[in-house]
């Protein structure tokens, strides 16, 4: 089992930016994502990428906002957050799956960070 660890949430303007980090335990060659879960709300999928960091996956409320990237010598994902809104809102999951292939389906990871918390204020 793999344990993953975000760190880089806060509060922030609306307009602003955050960058998420989520660190491994171990050299992983499995593709990785980024989940939110609202106040209320089901955990949704943000942004996936494989192993080798080339066709990334996002949601479309996303989309040309957020960029996901990983540096796999650090054992680390990234989430690079720009022009957030308040509905950016929510605590934001990296997740891990077996296999090199990204998915949006929560159900296709098996391993998960403790979360983060990102607060965008109008």
């Known amino acids: 089992q793999e344990q993953l660890v975000e760190s880089g949430g806060g509060l922030v303007q609306a307009g602003g930016s955050l960058r998420l980090s989520c660190a491994a335990s171990?050299?992983?060659?499995?593709?990785m994502g980024w989940f939110r879960q609202a106040p209320g709300k089901e955990r949704e999928f943000v942004a996936a990428i494989p192993w080798s960091g080339s066709r990334t996956v996002y949601a479309d409320s996303v989309k040309g906002r957020f960029t996901i990237s990983r540096d796999n010598a650090k054992n680390t994902i990234y989430l690079q957050m720009n022009s957030l809104k308040p509905e950016d809102t929510a605590v934001y999951y990296c997740?891990?799956?077996?296999?090199?292939?990204?998915?949006?389906?929560?159900?296709?990871?098996?391993?998960w960070g403790q979360g983060t918390q990102v607060t965008v204020s109008s």
């Open positions: 997740a891990s799956k077996s296999g090199g292939v990204p998915s949006a389906s929560a159900s296709a990871y098996n391993d």
């Open positions: 171990g050299r992983t060659f499995n593709a």
